[in-house]
């Protein structure tokens, strides 16, 4: 482990703020009913004959080319910038390279998670399930997420509506997961270090924060965004795949020691926040047990060696 950055008071208000959302809001509640399929029906833009994923050619899925794209936050350039997201001691930024991977257009919708637990009656929290279908699933766990997309990676290897291109990828190595921190910020953020997907201002108009609840999925156009992904910035926060750690990020972090790591990193902030939290480049953190109204995920394709 990196020794830790020293943090600044502006970031332990923000800690602090995250972790009353997360110790006031209603504790889990008993497993859902399965929904019947009946109940899940038809969602415009999305095909029930697959799981409900986005009615396209990848079924959601964009790919996110290779190449090095601007991480952290500068306090120079972003006045909201929080000490948390500093690079090193003597760099506000730093630069990182990924490989191609892909990202899900769209955050995981009722629909998509409802298919999950009719086939697997797999435990979830009621909440999740109780917003329209077209809206993200809300109040899931990082546990929950993970089970999630081991189910959907074991189905598009086994069906035979998988496009060709998904197809050969699952074959040849690549797993669907939950995205790596660095995966979402690039997503994100593009290659520019753009403070929020659109650009270096917030706006109402390009995503959903500072309300009251959820909305559906892709309901802010975002012409701006780098890679045309829909809700990068509030609607629900997102789990990634990777434990907390102090920066500089190094990917080796996210592979070793997973037992023992008490908080994840979620990205994105969430319908209910202030426009500093939708920033692309913010740093949330919760235990992985928490189930809250705020919390969901979206689903990523990378090559694992």
């Not at 790596?180 to 390009?206: F, M, Q, S, V």
Request: glycine content about 8%; charged content about 20%.
């Amino acid at each position: 482990m990196k020794g830790a950055v020293p943090l600044a008071f502006l970031v332990i208000v923000a800690s602090v703020w995250i972790a009353l959302r997360l110790s006031q809001s209603p504790p889990a509640q008993a497993a859902s009913t399965p929904p019947p399929r009946a109940a899940l029906g038809e969602v415009a833009g999305f095909r029930a004959d697959a799981w409900f994923l986005p009615d396209e050619e990848l079924l959601g899925f964009v790919e996110i080319p290779a190449g090095v794209f601007l991480m952290g936050s500068d306090p120079s350039v972003d006045a909201r910038a929080f000490d948390i997201e500093r690079w090193s001691s003597s760099s506000a930024q730093g630069t990182v390279e990924l490989p191609v991977f892909y990202m899900g257009r769209y955050e995981v919708t009722v629909a998509q998670l409802g298919a999950f637990v009719e086939a697997t009656a797999y435990t979830i929290d009621r909440q999740a399930l109780q917003a329209p279908p077209d809206h993200p699933a809300k109040s899931v766990s990082w546990p929950d997420a993970l089970a999630y997309t081991r189910w959907l990676d074991a189905k598009l290897r086994e069906s035979s509506v998988t496009p060709p291109r998904l197809a050969a990828l699952l074959r040849d190595g690549w797993r669907i997961s939950l995205p790596t921190e660095a995966e979402w910020e690039k997503a994100a953020r593009g290659a520019d270090g753009r403070i929020y997907p659109w650009g270096d201002e917030p706006r109402r108009d390009r995503a959903n924060y500072g309300g009251r609840s959820t909305t559906p999925v892709g309901s802010y156009e975002c012409p701006e965004c780098a890679f045309g992904l829909s809700d990068m910035a509030g609607n629900v926060w997102e789990w990634t795949r990777s434990p907390y750690q102090p920066y500089p990020y190094d990917a080796t972090d996210d592979g070793v020691g997973l037992e023992a790591e008490a908080l994840w990193v979620m990205r994105g902030g969430a319908f209910g926040d202030p426009e500093g939290f939708v920033r692309a480049a913010n740093r949330g953190r919760a235990d992985p047990g928490a189930r809250r109204p705020f919390i969901g995920f979206r689903v990523s394709i990378s090559h694992w060696p």
